[in-house]
């Protein structure tokens, strides 16, 4: 690192490419990031959404379109399965 604060990067960064997905989402969207059915945005907008949240992002505040499309998500099985609090790696 070059002395910056690396956390606080990490978290604009988040809340900046959220804040476009979400107002893409909010034109696009009829249940999912583009469209009716789960795409690639929707595979990578939901880790994004919990890094989000690591960063101390409130995302359901913040982002409310994406928030329900992840919602959406996490009632598809292979979401719920590929879900990081679901990995047998996972950190406790």
Known sequence: AM????????????DK??????????RLSSGFVVGDAPTLADVCLVPQMFSAR??????????PK?????RRC???AAFSAAHPDNQPDRVA
């Open 3 to 14: 002395g910056g604060d690396e956390r606080a990067f990490a978290k604009a960064a988040n």
């Open 17 to 26: 490419g959220l804040a476009s997905i979400e107002e893409v989402a909010n």
């Open 54 to 63: 690591r960063f101390g992002i409130d995302t359901a505040a913040r982002f």
């Open 66 to 70: 994406l928030t329900e499309i992840e």
């Open 74 to 76: 996490e009632g598809i």
